[in-house]
């Protein structure tokens, strides 16, 4: 008898435990993301709020940010996390915030990508009714890109002008260009401010340096769209062969005014030559008239 009544209360309490955890209810929404929009090959942080944790029917609950693009987690990081329901584990709150930092793939279209999240309760031991709910994950790709190239240089003055084009599709903002002393001698600062470049707009900045390679790194700072600071770096190619002609040539002259001097005299050497050739055919033409 006494076995049966125990049998039966063990019974009643499974039955009351499966009721009571039945009843717990979650929700799951997603209430920051920083920075938003999300850049295309950089990090974004994602905070999502478990509503319903105040109720200790719900056990443990499992919730996942899950990996795929356009997320990814970085090695070591954990895409899981273990929640234990009830007041006491939460502050005292019926919800529970869950933070998660990912890095958002370099191929992410503008607008919005889709990222799934999945949740259970009682699921200690990896058991449990997992749901699954998708959230709009906002990115533009904000991130700019420029084409620089040597716009001209001359040896006799050593003043390097560089061309400079805003490829990407915002504009940049408070820019500017450091040319670094590698394969260069820089006479004076090595950094000049631009200001804001809008995109598919082109300018040129000049600098006092002497080549002595193929090769300058250029570094491009800028505010992109969300006033994040960003950096570029260029290698942009230098062809000494193409600026020959502005190479000194002992009296500080380039190639080019010598061949300008020796232009101008072939000309006043013609002109000298047809007036007196004008002029001696004139004569003779005189001294026959008066024979």
Known sequence: MKKGVLMLVIAVAMLSSFVYAADCSLDVSMINQ??????PGDYVKLVFQVNGMGDPACGVVDFQLLPGFPISFDPGTNSSIKLNSGAYAVDYS???TVPFKVRVDKDAIDGDNTIKVAYAHNSQNGEGVYLRKDFNLAVNNSQGDFEVIVDSYSYATG??????????????????????????????????IIGDLNSNDDTTINFNAIPNGDNLKVVLSYNDINNARRSIDKDVYFSSQSFESTKNTGSGKGASYYLLILTWLVIIAVFVYKYFRNKKAKKIEQQKRFR
Do not use: C, F, H, M
């Open 159 to 192: 003043q390097l002008t560089l061309g400079i084009l805003n490829t990407g599709k915002s504009n940049a903002r408070s820019l500017t260009v450091k040319l670094l002393d590698s394969n260069v001698l820089i006479s004076g600062g090595n950094e000049k």
């Open 94 to 96: 019926s919800y529970a």
């Open 34 to 39: 920083d920075p938003y929009p999300a850049v």
